[in-house]
């Protein structure tokens, strides 16, 4: 993984690594080059063990785990199709679930995949499949009015957010100007977007940052822009904006209704966004190319429980950072590199709260991971992962 040759996504966060060393069969020694906050974090998160006579037989190593998967936890994967999906079948050898709390209870999983929702609601109705998840509010609030099924929403470390390019990294420098950031945030209702939007019912709710507080190092003491509609308009008139303006408001998968919400919101402050609707490849691709005018997305906090994952990923440098705000790029410095953790939520209270009062990235709302699933089916809720549960989390009643 460290070899500067080989390319794979997220990198950046096993640079730390200095090296490593094979001490025997079952063990392993990380040397990193500087006491590093998340090293464990990334360790238990980030790091996967790749056993080298498996991984050699590929050419590609790319494809160690995508043609024939290994597994070594609760489940093992009997087998592998992209049109029939995965069946996963319960490790009666699994030695350590009861320790770590992943005791498989259903014996076996298929997962199929179905790209179309409408074609997922009708295999739940037809008994087709027994969970679907991701369900677009309304369809999901329906079919829990069913007795045979049940609307479940469980809290993940995913969250809505809006930002702007405030660096003027894009041919359009309208963004540059603090005013207008701030009214656009103001012309946003988050109170109707949880309401009326975003599905996961009383697991919604607005945020005030961009980070939640069981993540370590987080905290805040200031709030975003509060609900204004009137004010927003004014305020974009004093900006040189008295009839409005036009710009394009980009989303990728996950995020496209709440966007659109948002864009009808502006429409009482003439402000007129054209959407622009992407996967997430193509969304990355447009951010590197200098073209994000405007964003509406969804984040799931880089994985790990450490306030770092936003400012590490959006600030400093990146192909994220539209802001080149050199006080944020200082305290990211700063919380990626004491061990002390009272004093990185001090670092990361100020990171906060300067998103906050220069508003470069507005905090909208959770994002809870939403399913619908058979009436007969139990899911235990309050797993972090940004699936929103373990395979180990379901059971039969």
């Known amino acids: 993984m460290l070899d500067k040759k080989k390319k794979y996504r997220f990198k950046r966060n096993t640079m730390f690594i200095k090296n490593a060393e094979k001490l025997g069969k079952y063990k392993v020694r990380l040397t990193a080059k500087k006491a590093t906050p998340v090293d464990m974090a990334r360790y238990a998160l980030s790091l996967r063990i790749r056993p080298q006579h498996a991984m050699a037989k590929f050419k590609n190593w790319h494809d160690f785990g995508r043609k024939n998967p290994v597994g070594t936890g609760p489940y093992k994967v009997a087998s592998l199709d992209k049109n029939k999906g995965i069946v996963l079948e319960r490790n009666e050898n699994f030695g350590h679930g009861k320790e770590a709390g992943l005791i498989p209870k259903v014996k076996r999983i298929h997962a199929i995949p179905i790209p179309d929702v409408q074609t997922q609601v009708a295999q739940m109705l037809t008994g087709g499949v027994d969970l679907i998840k991701a369900v677009p509010k309304d369809q999901a609030e329906e079919l829990d009015k069913d007795a045979r099924f049940t609307m479940s929403a469980t809290q993940s470390l995913v969250y809505f957010y809006l930002a702007f390019d405030a660096a003027g990294r894009t041919k359009n420098k309208t963004f540059t100007d603090k005013r207008v950031r701030k009214a656009l945030m103001m012309a946003v209702d988050r109170e109707s977007l949880v309401k009326n939007v975003i599905a996961g019912g009383s697991e919604v709710r607005t945020i005030d940052a961009t980070c939640f507080k069981v993540q370590q190092g987080c905290d805040w003491s200031s709030k975003p822009v509060g609900y204004d509609p009137v004010a927003a308009k004014k305020l974009l008139a004093e900006a040189g904006f008295p009839n409005g303006l036009d710009f394009t408001l980009s989303s990728f998968s996950g995020a496209h209704q709440v966007s659109e919400a948002v864009a009808g919101q502006w429409r009482k402050i003439g402000v007129r966004a054209k959407l622009f609707r992407m996967t997430f490849g193509s ?108 395979p180990t989390d379901l059971s039969w009643k």
């Open 283 to 390: 969304y990355r691709k447009r951010q590197r190319d200098n073209k994000q005018v405007a964003l509406l997305g969804r984040y799931s906090s880089g994985g790990v429980p450490d306030a770092s994952a936003l400012t590490g990923f959006y600030f400093g440098g990146t192909a994220r950072d539209y802001y080149h705000d050199e006080v944020l790029n200082k305290l990211n410095r700063a919380g990626m590199s004491t061990m002390d953790v009272n004093e990185r939520k001090k670092i990361y209270r100020q990171a906060m709260d300067r998103m906050n009062n220069e508003h470069l990235i507005f905090p909208i709302a959770t994002n809870p991971a939403v399913f619908v699933h058979v009436s007969g089916l139990n899911m235990k809720k309050g797993s972090l992962s940004n699936y929103g549960i373990e």
